[in-house]
């Protein structure tokens, strides 16, 4: 795994085997980062990233100069990876939390300008993940959630849903905070 762009640009990261995770493709993290270059100043920003698995949206995000960083991740090989990571690249601005995404939700007190999920493709409730996030106080006025999800499934219908990307197999769909989301 490399990182693509920023300050850290081109430098690789070793996956050990056994690693429990489906990095995203550098051919997709390419295209969202470019997206999100036009949208947001990276320094300015807070950024969550639910399921990190090898940790390579979150590292992207540093590499571009993101404020703030935090991670979560449930799978014990994926959190050891990713802390030796941030360990050996000293990175200060970056906090990797093992629990589960729901409880995470539950319990979290931050708020984040950014929230990037990539929940494994058959998590049995990934179609209610963006109402859970959007449902809490974790995303700031202007923020957004982004879903990272197989193609067959479709968040059209979502209040908070406003747009839609693919990437070869992956797909990202967009999501902010609707002002009625919680009324209904």
Request: include cysteine.
């Amino acid at each position: 795994m490399r990182i693509i762009g920023g300050k850290y640009r081109g430098k690789h990261l070793d996956l050990p085997s056994g690693l429990s995770a489906r990095p995203t493709t550098d051919f997709a993290r390419e295209g969202l980062f470019d997206i999100l270059s036009t949208r947001i100043s990276f320094e300015d920003t807070d950024v969550l990233d639910l399921f990190s698995g090898t940790g390579s949206i979150s590292f992207e995000f540093i590499s571009r100069g993101a404020k703030t960083v935090h991670l979560v991740e449930y799978n014990q090989r994926n959190i050891f990876f990713i802390r030796r990571t941030i360990k050996d690249m000293n990175i200060s601005n970056i906090k990797a939390v093992r629990l589960d995404v729901r409880e995470f939700l539950k319990v979290c007190r931050y708020t984040y300008d950014i929230i990037f999920a990539d929940p494994p493709f058959d998590l049995p409730w990934l179609k209610k993940l963006p109402g859970m996030v959007l449902d809490t106080d974790l995303l700031n006025e202007g923020g957004f959630l982004i879903v990272e999800h197989p193609g067959e499934i479709s968040f059209n219908d979502h209040p908070g849903f406003f747009e839609h990307r693919k990437y070869g197999r992956v797909n990202f769909s967009f999501f902010s905070q609707p002002r009625d989301f919680r009324q209904q």
